[in-house]
């Protein structure tokens, strides 16, 4: 009669060991899963804060018009060429909008609501950019306004796509962004443009200076930078 008593002590200590055994067991796995839930999390986050990819593609797409135009360098946005900043902010309302919303004048030209080029001009350039309205002339194309309709009147032409930005590097400083733009353009090489018509290389760099102003970074200055990268020769 013990003997049965002490095998039945025994099976009850072996289930519960057993118990122990599979929870621990639980437990352990669980702790595991977590764990590699957690490193799975930082590291898609890491990630995600490291890659500034998109904030590279926006900066681009803002300062697209203005790179085109290859703009001398300048202190402050004070002291740029208002002829370029303008034709930019022009071309980028042309660029960002159905062209078939615009009048059109009897010689079948667009006209630009002087609205539109100060809606692209404070983007650019910030709320407090003074747009002084009037007729200019870049290069060789004259930019008509009417100050009694208020508009631009826009020569026949396309904005000539001299230079194509990429951005390669963005450094934050306070609330100043340094964008370091490399001015891409088409090889020009024969026997490049047999291989790959579309071939870009670097052409030169610049830093686009962005100051932030009521929770947006606008341009502030275009200056050559100390050092860059070597380019393609």
Known sequence: MAKTQTSKSDRLKRRKRRRRQLTGLMFAVLVLIGIASIVSFLTGYAARFFDDSSEKEEFEA???????????????????????????????????????????????????????????AAKMYGPGFAVQHRTFTSIDITYEYDPAAKVYIIPITSQSNTYTPVIEKITTSGNTKILLVAYMQQSGLSADMILDPNKMIVAKYREYVMIKNAGAYYLYAIREPETTPELAT
Do not use: H, K, Q
């Open 62 to 120: 803002l300062i697209a018009p203005l790179v085109s135009l290859d703009p001398s360098t300048f202190s402050s946005i004070e002291n740029a060429n208002p002829g370029t900043l303008m034709e930019a902010a022009i071309w980028a309302s042309l660029n960002n909008n159905d062209l078939s919303i615009f009048s059109r004048n009897a010689d079948g030209l667009i006209m630009l609501p002087e609205t539109e080029v100060a809606l692209y």
